[in-house]
């Protein structure tokens, strides 16, 4: 079976607009827009950046519901459905499926420090009962647990398991799963900064923090790699370099909701154990989107 990727080029995992009452879907509907009109081929929504353990299940299933009806036929939508409950994972799976989601986005478990093989059957045991294109989503930094390549081997023949969002910064990782698996798991880089890297390396784009700001600066970004032309992105890359590094200053989404903030973008507010970025940050934050030409 030939698999197709779910999407080329850039996808941002979106922030979600927190006010004191819920989530505020006319500025979701907003960010929308400016990704749409920036090239964004796709958006992530209820994942790490759109502060999706802090959501209701209510508020996870109403976000995907507008999110995928106000984007349809404009942008593919992937939703972000782990947890380190495979039937919590399987239930969030089937509402993203029953809404028209393009894919689903899964995170290895959290906290529980799973083995490669519990990590093998909890993927496939979601994949086998959802019939979705599923991206397996490594970030160890947050989660406690990365993914093997040869474990990325064995999940590459399952059909409904379309790629990995590669957050681990190992780039040798990335280039023994490509050697392994080919065009049975497609990659896309998971860190801004990565993604010229990973991208020489055969991955198909990012799912990006920093498109929520820079929306059309990384459509550009995966266009030129997608051509072949690593020079010009590696140009590209090097303007925004700082920037890409300054979203990180603090635990993501802090810095971008900020910066959002700064450039005058509703980001809505953090909901705890967020906290509002340090004033020291903000001003460096501040200052960074100021050397980028960015109206602050």
Avoid at 75 to 98: C, D, H, W
Wanted: net charge neutral.
């Amino acid at each position: 079976m030939v698999k197709t990727p779910i999407f080329k080029g850039a996808c941002t995992a979106i922030v979600t607009p927190f006010t004191q009452e819920g989530v505020d879907f006319e500025r979701l509907k907003k960010n929308i827009d400016f990704q749409y009109e920036n090239g964004t081929a796709a958006i992530v929504v209820c994942g790490t950046t759109g502060e999706a353990a802090t959501q209701t299940q209510s508020e996870q299933n109403e976000t995907v519901r507008q999110a995928i009806n106000y984007s349809r036929g404009r942008m593919k939508v992937i939703v972000g459905i782990g947890s380190n409950n495979t039937q919590t994972a399987l239930r969030n799976a089937e509402n993203a499926k029953y809404a028209g989601a393009d894919g689903i986005l899964m995170v290895t478990p959290y906290y529980n420090k799973s083995t490669q093989k519990g990590l093998i059957e909890h993927f496939s045991y979601v994949a086998d009962r959802v019939d979705i294109p599923m991206i397996l989503y490594n970030v160890p930094s947050r989660t406690g647990i990365g993914i093997a390549a040869e474990t990325y081997k064995v999940l590459s023949q399952h059909p409904n398991i379309n790629g990995i969002k590669e957050a681990s910064g190992d780039i040798a990782l990335v280039g023994t799963t490509r050697s392994l698996c080919g065009d049975d798991l497609y990659i896309w880089s998971g860190n801004d900064d990565n993604t010229v890297a990973m991208m020489a390396l055969g991955a198909l784009g990012v799912i990006s923090v920093a498109s929520n700001i820079v929306p059309g600066v990384v459509s550009k970004l995966c266009a030129l790699c997608l051509e072949g032309d690593f020079a010009g992105a590696t140009a590209l890359y090097a303007k925004y370099a700082r920037l890409f590094s300054a979203l990180f200053y603090e635990t993501n989404p802090i810095p971008v909701k900020a910066a959002m903030q700064l450039l005058g973008m509703d980001s809505g507010i953090l909901r705890l154990p967020l906290t509002e970025i340090s004033e020291e940050n903000r001003g460096r934050l501040r200052a960074v989107l100021r050397d980028q030409g960015m109206n602050v």
